[in-house]
Nanobody, 119 residues
Framework: QVQLVESGGGLVQPGGSLRLSCAGSGFTFRNYGMSWYRQAPGKERELVARITSGGSTVYVDSVKGRFTIYRDNAKNTVYLQMNSLKEEDTAVYYC?????????????WGQGTQVTVSS
């Protein structure tokens, strides 16, 4: 079965850091674009970062310079390093795996992990 298992969420203070991990299984990980989305209360789900199978990346403007997405295909894992966290980063973060030919935002989804940034 396909699984995306997320870890690394939690409670941090503003200015702190977290690294989210998403481990995939049951599919050919290296062929998939991997994305992190987030949804805060009362807000639409938004794309935070994406890394394609070829290694190119895209970030939402609000996290540029603070977040880094990277992947380790040997471990079937994608990471989101989050630095200089702000309270507005508080959200449920979701991992997504999708083939470009099918459409990013489709494919497989993780269960979501809570990130709370609070003083």
């Amino acid at each position: 079965q396909v699984q995306l298992v997320e870890s690394g969420g939690g409670l941090v203070q503003p200015g702190g850091s977290l690294r989210l991990s998403c481990a995939g299984s049951g599919f050919t990980f290296r062929n998939y674009g991997m994305s992190w989305y987030r949804q805060a209360p009362g807000k639409e789900r938004e794309l935070v970062a994406r890394i394609t199978s070829g290694g190119s990346t895209v970030y939402v403007d609000s996290v540029k310079g603070r977040f880094t997405i990277y992947r380790d295909n040997a471990k079937n894992t994608v990471y989101l390093q989050m630095n200089s966290l702000k309270e507005e980063d508080t959200a449920v973060y979701y991992c997504n795996a999708a083939l470009a030919s099918v459409g990013y935002g489709y494919g497989y989804w993780g269960q979501g992990t809570q990130v709370t940034v609070s003083s």
